[in-house]
């Protein structure tokens, strides 16, 4: 196994062995791609305070997330199409969350389907949902969501219509992606994914094909979300979705602090403040100059946490210390799972796991739950430049 020592070394790998229009898929944002490129530089404009000669013994990373108990306060965010990027990727994934102790959350849009995750794991994970206009599919979903028992409910907000990513129109992203020359041509240098197809069955929309009825193409994610996904969502819609879910609720794709006011006052057990990684209204602000926004928006009462430019611990700890509960990665993990699998995603929490582990340890800090704006070094402008 290659020694692995940061999440960028696990990106290199990705890039070699997974296809070009998946890689593609996972490593863009919409149109110009500055909400993408600035949820990282954000990150790098905030600096960690030093401290020495203080007891950096016993420290702990363990907190909650949601209530439900997690080794360390980041978790899985979901990825539409994770079996493309490995076979029965979501599995993979999965099974490294629960032996690492930190929630996996399986989208809508997941290869493999709810079920079947939880025939091959054996602790509860969270499930995503896109609200679709098909009500009987709606509420079907609900229900095998509840069926397996899935720890939560993951409500994606900023979704209802699909950012353009240039790259998929171009690559004709589908799932299982087409036979033309180009992919073929791609695919002869990706032996080990093509063997890991050809062994599973899984390499369609697992909670869909046989689920949904008159979708056209259910191959390709811009067809199915320009015919099912539901514009005319609002807040009375979410209130009929949580009271058919009955259970924990996480309203993720919060940018906004009137927005998270709302949603704050109904109810959810969490919110995630998101951009979707980049991928949805180019030209937002990056997350984490938002986050202390809504964080003062609306106090303790809902826990806040975040998500959308992630790549080290070293993050995750200016989340925190920026006010959030916790902090979700997508490609991070992703990278892992294309790189190797299961264990690739083990190494990306692991790698994000020392990472926060001794850059908190750095800070004069023991626990995660202690961190906060006194770790922080920030810019001057950087709350002001835009007056959210
Ligand atoms: C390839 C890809 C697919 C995604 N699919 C979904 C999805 O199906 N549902 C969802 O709520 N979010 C989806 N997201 C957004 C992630 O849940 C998360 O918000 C985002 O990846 C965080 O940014 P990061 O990748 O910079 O960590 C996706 C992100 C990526 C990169």
């Known amino acids: 196994m290659p020694v692995i020592t940061c999440i960028d070394d696990l990106k290199q790998l990705y890039r070699a062995r997974t296809p070009k229009m998946f890689y593609d898929y996972a ?5 110009t791609g500055q909400t993408f490129a600035e949820n990282s530089s954000d990150f790098a404009r905030l600096k960690l305070r030093q401290k020495v000669a203080v007891d950096m013994s016993n420290r702990n990373t363990a907190t909650t997330i949601a209530g439900l108990p997690a080794s ?12 493309m990027q490995h076979a029965d990727g979501e599995i993979h994934a999965a099974r490294a969350a629960e032996k690492f102790g930190v929630p996996y959350t399986l989208s809508t849009m997941s290869i493999c389907s709810i079920e079947d995750v939880a025939e091959n794991t054996t602790k509860p994970f ?16 609900i229900e095998r969501a509840k069926a397996v028992n899935c720890s939560a409910l993951v409500l994606t907000l900023d979704l209802q219509i699909l950012g353009q990513r240039h790259k998929d129109l171009k690559n004709g992203l589908s799932a299982p992606p087409k036979l033309t020359l180009p992919t073929l041509l ?3 240098t990706r032996w080990r994914w093509g063997m890991g197809m050809l062994q599973t069955k899984r390499r369609f929309f697992g909670n869909i094909v046989g689920h949904a009825k008159g979708v056209a193409d259910p191959s390709s994610l811009m067809s199915w979300t320009s015919q099912q996904f539901d514009e005319r969502l609002d807040w009375d819609k979410i209130a009929r979705i949580r009271d058919m879910w009955g259970g924990k609720l996480i309203l993720k794709g919060i940018l906004d602090p009137e927005d998270a006011r709302i949603a704050a006052n109904f109810g959810a057990d969490a919110i995630i403040v998101s951009n979707h990684g980049g991928r949805q209204l180019d030209g937002a602000l990056s997350s984490i100059r938002m986050l202390p926004h809504i964080v003062e928006a609306v ?45 690739g995603v083990t190494a990306a929490l692991e790698v994000i796991r020392k990472e926060l582990d001794i850059s908190m340890a750095l800070c004069g800090e023991r626990d995660v739950k202690n961190l906060g704006l006194h770790n922080l070094l920030v810019p001057q402008d950087f709350l002001t430049e835009y007056g959210a």
């Open 27 to 31: 490593e863009s944002g919409s149109y």
């Open 72 to 83: 360390m306060p980041v978790g899985l965010a979901p990825v539409g199409l994770t079996g």
């Open 126 to 141: 969270m499930f995503q949902l896109y609200v679709m206009k098909d009500q009987d599919f709606l509420a079907a979903i």
């Open 299 to 343: 106090g303790d009462r809902v826990e806040v946490h975040m998500d959308s430019g992630i790549r080290s611990g070293q993050d995750v700890l200016k989340a925190l210390a920026y006010g959030a509960h916790a902090a979700w990665i997508g490609r991070a993990y992703i990278y892992g799972l294309g790189a190797m699998g299961e264990a």
């Open 186 to 188: 791609d695919l002869a």
